[in-house]
C-alpha cells in the first residue's frame, strides 16, 4: 500500500495537463481516524479495480502541519507499517485548479455535503460513502452510500469484501478493523454507537486475519493515544478533533476535547486564548464537546459554548438545552469564564454526530431569519422611493416638496397629526365612509403592481 501512496505523491508532483485527471477520495474536515482510514482504503480499493480514466487518490483534509495532532491516526499507522511522510494533504494539491480545468472527479468519504469554503467543487463530487444523516439531496449522477452505522470504515470494508475481497491484505485490514473497533467504542453495546452490520464486518476480518491484534489490547492502544494530549497548546487541542459547521452569516467550530470540562476551564488565560482562536479562523461561535472517563471505565460527557456575543452564546444554548432529537439532558456547570456557558451531559450517547443536526438546524433558522430581515429592508427602500399618491420618485427635490406640502397639510386645524384623511362628510349618502379607518393597507405585492403601472405609464407617454 506505502507504494501506491508514494506513486500519488508522484502524480501530483507530474503535469497534469497531460493526464486525464484525478479521483479525489476526500475525507471530512475533522480528519479523524475513520475520515482518514476510510479515505486511504477506498482510494487503494478503486487503484485496483476502477479503469484507467482518472487515477485514485486519498487526499486528507487538514494542512500537513497539523497531521501530528492526529495522535491515534499517527499510532495506528505506525502500527500498520505505513510512514506518514507517504500521505497526500489538502494543502498540498489544488482541487479548485483541477476541476476548473475538467480533471477532478470526488468521491465523499465519512462526510456528505461540502462546507461552504468549497462549494465551488459540488460538480465534480461523483460519490458519497458515509454513515451520518443525508444533509442535501445530491445530484441523480451521483452514487449515494449513506446508512447510519458505527463507522464510515465499516462500509467501505462492506464494498472492498463485496466487490474484490483479493483487495484486502493485513496491513489494509488492520487498518479498517482498528476503526471500526475504535467508533464503535470496542464494539460495547452500552455504548450506543455500535450496529449489527459495524459487528458482522469486525468479525469478518478477525476470522480472515487471526493474527490482527487482540481487540481489547487494541481499542486500549488507540484510546491511550487519542487521549494523549501532553504538551498541547489550548489551540491545537481544539483544532485536534474539529468540525465546521455555517449558516445565516456565521461559522461555528464544534471541537471535541479529551480531557474534564473542569480542567479545560481552569487553564490559566482561557477566554483570551479561545478570543484569539475563534478571531483567527473566523468563528463566531464555539461549541467544545469534552469525554472523559470515571473510575470504572464509564464515558461521561460534557459541553460548552462560547462566544464573544452574548445573543449568539445564549441563543445556541438555549438551542442545545431545548433539543429533543436527541436530548442532551443538559444541565449547568459553573463557568470561570462569563463568555463560557457550560453543561454536564447526561445523555452520554449523544456523541457529536447527534449534536451536529441540532447545531445545524439552529444555524438554518438564523439564516432563514436574515433571509426575512433582508427582504423587510429591501421592502423598506422601495417604500421610501414611492409616493402612493403621485406615483414613483424619481426626483429628489420634487419629493422632497410633496413631502413639505404633506407636513403642511397635516398641520391644517381640524386635521389629525398622524392623517391625512378628511373626515366623513355629514351629508354622506352611505352608512360610513371607506376612508373612516384611514388609508388602506398596501401590501408588497400591491407596491410593485402600481410601480409596474406607472412605468409602463411613463414609457407610453414617452414614445413618439
Known sequence: MECFLRSCQFILKGTPESSPGLHVILGNEACDLDSMVSSIAFAYFLSKVSGPEKTPVPVLNIPRAEFPLRTDSGFLLRESGLAQD??????????????????????????????????????????????????????????????????????????????????????????????????????????????????????????????????????????????????????????????????????????????????????????????????????????????????????????????????????????LEKAHRPCLNLSPMCSPCAEVKAYRQGNTLASRKKVMPIIKDRLKEWERRAVHCSALEDLGELEDQFDYSCGPVTDDDSRSQRRTASQHDAEEPGMEEDSLVPPTPMNSLVEGCPLDSGLPRVSAEAILERFRQATDEAYTEDRP
Not at 483541477?98 to 465551488?120: I, Q
Not at 451521483?142 to 483487495?167: D, H, Y
Not at 445565516?248 to 482562536?277: D, N, S, W
Request: proline share 4%.
Open 86 to 319: 507517504a500521505l497526500v494533504f489538502r494543502d498540498e494539491v489544488d482541487l479548485l485548479g483541477l476541476h476548473r480545468a475538467g480533471k477532478l472527479a470526488l468521491t465523499l468519504v465519512d462526510h456528505n455535503v461540502l462546507p461552504s469554503t468549497d462549494c465551488d467543487l459540488e460538480g465534480a463530487v461523483v460519490e458519497v460513502i458515509d454513515h451520518h444523516h443525508l444533509e442535501s439531496m445530491p445530484s441523480p449522477s451521483c452514487l449515494v452510500t449513506v446508512e447510519t452505522v458505527g463507522s464510515c470504515a465499516t462500509l467501505v470494508t462492506e464494498r472492498i469484501m463485496q466487490k474484490a475481497p483479493e483487495v484486502l491484505d493485513r496491513q489494509l485490514a488492520q487498518l479498517l478493523y482498528g476503526t471500526i473497533i475504535t467508533d464503535c467504542v470496542n464494539m460495547a453495546p452500552e455504548a450506543g454507537k455500535v450496529t449489527p452490520k459495524d459487528s458482522k464486518y469486525a468479525v469478518l476480518l478477525e476470522s480472515h486475519f487471526p493474527d490482527l491484534p487482540p481487540r481489547g489490547a487494541l481499542f486500549q492502544s488507540l484510546q491511550n493515544a487519542k487521549f494523549d494530549i501532553s504538551g498541547l497548546t489550548t489551540e491545537q487541542m481544539l483544532m485536534k478533533d474539529l468540525k465546521v459547521a455555517s449558516g445565516g452569516g456565521l461559522k461555528l467550530a464544534v471541537c471535541v476535547i479529551y480531557m474534564t470540562l473542569e480542567a479545560f476551564l481552569q487553564r490559566r488565560g482561557l477566554q483570551q486564548e479561545l478570543c484569539e482562536f475563534c478571531h483567527k479562523h473566523s468563528y463566531s461561535l464555539l461549541v467544545t464537546m469534552a469525554i472523559s472517563f470515571n473510575e470504572k471505565e464509564e464515558a461521561f460527557r460534557q459541553l460548552a459554548v462560547y462566544s464573544s456575543s452574548t445573543l449568539y452564546r445564549e441563543e445556541m444554548s438555549r438551542a
